[in-house]
């Protein structure tokens, strides 16, 4: 690298370092992602969309959805056909039945007793549930689970779009379970 005579590395050197790689290829992983998503009826099929795309991107390959929304194939893109979406008219037999069968369910909400998403340690069986744009997890879905999380706010508004801390959750799993599972 060369070094101007300030000491400070010249713009075209830092540039000639980064060459541009559009759509480079998934990270290994071997296995499927045992983390599923739980989305209740969404107020915006945009927001769900965005949550499916990003699902795929971080090889998630099952979603329980509530209600009988529509999935845009321009926002959730390639993902809408990787990612199995089931849909249920209500979502707690579904987490019933998914924490009977060893996973851990844990809500992406604020509430009173909700743990910090950087402190929380995800298990490898984990259904996450993301809370209603406006609403967020009902009292029926919150007496299901076993943990609360919640993203750090640090301006306003006081909490992320849902779309937006869904990503952030899966991205912050992800970053704890490597691209081997």
């Not at 400070?8 to 296995?31: E, I, Y």
């Not at 998503?37 to 998630?60: D, E, K, W």
Request: some cysteine.
């Amino acid at each position: 690298m060369n070094w101007s005579a300030g000491g400070a590395c010249s713009t075209l050197d830092r540039m000639s370092s980064f060459v541009h790689q559009r759509h480079k290829s998934p990270l290994d992983q071997p296995g499927a992602r045992e983390l599923v998503l739980a989305c209740p009826p969404m107020r915006s099929n945009v927001n769900l969309s965005r949550i499916v795309r990003t699902a795929g991107c971080c090889g998630v390959q099952r979603m329980i959805v509530g209600g009988k929304p529509k999935i845009d194939r321009k926002v959730a893109r390639d993902a809408i056909d990787q990612v199995q979406i089931d849909f249920h008219r209500t979502l707690p037999p579904v987490l019933r039945k998914l924490k009977a069968d060893g996973y851990e369910l844990v809500g992406l909400e604020q509430t009173t007793g909700s743990q910090c998403l950087c402190d929380f340690r995800f298990k490898l069986r984990t259904v996450m549930v993301i809370g209603h744009e406006r609403l967020g997890i009902t009292e029926d879905v919150l007496k299901l689970l076993d943990h609360v999380v919640e993203i750090p706010v640090y301006g306003v508004p006081h909490s992320h779009n849902a779309a937006t801390a869904a990503a952030m959750a899966m991205y912050e799993y992800c970053r704890q379970h490597g691209t081997g599972v």
